[in-house]
């Protein structure tokens, strides 16, 4: 209630009060709908310069934010919608410029019933880096299915203590301002399915070559509840 008691006080008396606050909010609203026309969703590198991870990018910008980072291939986690135009704008920006384009459908909470999308994300993310190839890993907001996976690649194949990668990438709410706006992973169903299938995916990366052998033991998400 701290910034509502002191546009009060400012305001003098609460009709006027109330009527910043309403402004207030309205603008929040506003722009909260037309800001992801102006900057990328949700960007954010999780390997400056190689990996970067993002909600789905406007139509307006996936152009120049595909060049900009000199993005070589990009993850997408969504469900691909011929009508959505800004799906149908990401594969024409990537077949224009030789991106190389991989989609794997996973649910919005970030679990899936094909585990082996994570692991196929994973393996590109692998694959691409080991190259020196720039990758762009992708879902519609930007905070379960793509924290997911970075958390995946983080843990397993770099190593990363589980619960730094919880809280660099799992555990950011980003609504704006803590009023609206999707919650953070670690509100979501993501961590105990991620706990409950690392193994899986630790078995699976080994066969396929991107790590040498399962981490023992198999590293948790201690913030799960």
């Known amino acids: 209630f701290g910034p509502v008691a002191i546009i009060f006080r400012m305001s003098g008396n609460w009709g006027k009060g109330a009527g910043l606050l309403v402004a207030l909010v309205a603008g929040l609203v506003v722009w909260d709908a037309v800001r992801y026309d102006v900057v990328p969703k949700r960007l954010a590198p999780i390997e400056e310069g190689f990996i970067y991870r993002s909600g789905q990018i406007s139509p307006r910008l996936i152009g120049s934010v595909l060049d900009d980072l000199e ?3 990009v993850v997408s986690l969504v469900d691909y919608d011929p009508l959505r135009p800004e799906h149908v704008a990401e594969v024409s920006a ?3 410029r030789g991106v190389r384009f991989l989609n794997f459908d996973m649910r919005g909470n970030g679990t899936t019933d094909f585990l082996d999308d994570y692991v196929f994300a994973v393996k590109e993310i692998h694959r691409a880096r ?5 990758v762009l890993v992708h879902c519609a907001s930007g905070v379960r299915r793509a924290a ?6 983080r843990v397993l194949v770099r190593g990363d203590a589980p619960d730094d990668v919880f809280e660099e990438e799992l555990d950011r709410y980003v ?3 803590g009023l609206w706006g999707p919650r953070s992973a670690a509100e979501s169903q993501i961590l105990p399915f991620l706990n409950q299938n690392m193994a899986y995916f630790a078995e699976r990366l080994v066969e396929a070559g991107v790590i040498p052998v399962a981490p023992d033991p198999i590293p948790q998400f201690t913030g799960a509840t």
């Open 94 to 96: 990537t077949r224009e």
């Open 71 to 73: 993005i070589d291939s």
């Open 148 to 153: 997911g996976v970075s958390s995946v690649y």
């Open 130 to 134: 080991e190259v020196g190839e720039r």
């Open 175 to 177: 609504g704006p301002f």
